[in-house]
């Protein structure tokens, strides 16, 4: 078959040489990685990045219920598009550095 061989540099690679197999494993890490960044990597829109509420409680490792507390209680801030929750990364970060507590560190 003309699919077992690829030309390189004047010389024939073949299915059952090392070069081969080293190809084909480092295609399918480019597409597993490229399929996490697709997973992984927010839209964008009007120069803002949005989180979905699974995003938000990963990221603060609490449940759906403690979220909507959070929601309710006008400690975390959200949009709700046609059903659908998001959260402005930009302002998580502000309420992130308002509510940053630095402890005292005590003194020898």
């Given at each position: 078959?003309a699919?077992?061989?690829?030309?390189?540099?004047?010389?024939?690679?073949?299915r059952?040489?090392?070069?081969?197999?080293?190809?084909?494993?480092?295609?399918?890490?480019?597409?597993?990685?490229?399929?996490?960044?697709?997973?992984?990597?927010?839209?964008?829109?009007?120069?803002?990045?949005?989180?979905?509420?699974?995003?938000?409680?990963?990221l603060?490792?609490?449940?759906?219920?403690?979220?909507?507390?959070?929601?309710?209680?006008?400690?975390?801030?959200?949009?709700?598009i046609?059903?659908?929750?998001v959260?402005?990364?930009?302002?998580?970060?502000?309420?992130?550095?308002?509510?940053?507590?630095?402890?005292?560190i005590?003194?020898?």
């Amino acid at each position: 078959m003309a699919e077992d061989k690829i030309l390189c540099d004047n010389s024939v690679i073949t299915r059952d040489m090392p070069e081969y197999k080293e190809l084909l494993a480092t295609m399918r890490n480019t597409v597993q990685v490229a399929d996490k960044l697709v997973k992984e990597v927010r839209p964008c829109l009007l120069n803002e990045r949005y989180f979905t509420t699974k995003q938000v409680m990963d990221l603060f490792h609490i449940s759906r219920r403690a979220l909507q507390n959070y929601r309710d209680k006008g400690i975390i801030p959200f949009f709700s598009i046609g059903g659908s929750i998001v959260y402005p990364e930009s302002k998580i970060k502000e309420m992130l550095e308002q509510n940053y507590y630095k402890p005292a560190i005590p003194k020898p």
